[in-house]
């Protein structure tokens, strides 16, 4: 078996909270690392129920310094087909209490995750990132 625990360095960007609110999470540092996932584990809504008036927007961005960022595109990531930065709607019975993962292979160095509510969400929610295949190695998280 190969080892795989000394090749991922995982972050949190978002410790399990009930999310109700819009909300950046800037400044993900990918320094060193040439491989990452994005993880957005969405749990079970309570509000007024998903819909088109009722929902969560993911979108992404990033940057090579940190200060200016763009809105990432289809070939930014594996997995997802982009339009205007956007990587996720969840506004549908169904989309919640789900584990979803986007590659990202854009190259800049720094990423910002914005989720925008819109109507009523209440949902745990937890976000992170697995960053691999680092320039050294083993890991230092």
């Known amino acids: 078996m190969k080892d795989l625990q000394n090749s991922l360095v995982g972050i949190g960007i978002l410790d399990p909270v009930d999310i109700s609110a819009t909300a950046v999470h800037t400044d993900i540092d990918l320094q060193g690392f040439n491989s990452v996932v994005l ?3 969405a749990g079970l809504d309570a509000g007024s129920g998903l819909s088109s ?9 990033d940057s090579p310094d940190g200060s200016t960022y763009t809105a990432v595109t ?33 190259g800049d160095r720094y990423l910002q995750l914005t989720y925008t509510e819109t109507g009523t969400v209440s949902m745990p929610m937890a976000v992170w990132i697995e960053k691999s295949d680092g320039q050294d190695k083993p890991v230092i998280s």
Not at 90 to 97: F, K, P, R, S, T
């Open 39 to 41: 993880c957005i584990y």
């Open 74 to 106: 289809s070939d930014d990531m594996i997995g997802v087909t982009v339009t205007g930065g956007i990587i996720l709607t969840i506004d549908a019975v169904g989309e919640d209490n789900t584990l979803y993962q986007f590659g990202y292979v854009g």
């Open 53 to 61: 008036s009722h929902k969560l927007v993911f979108t992404l961005a």
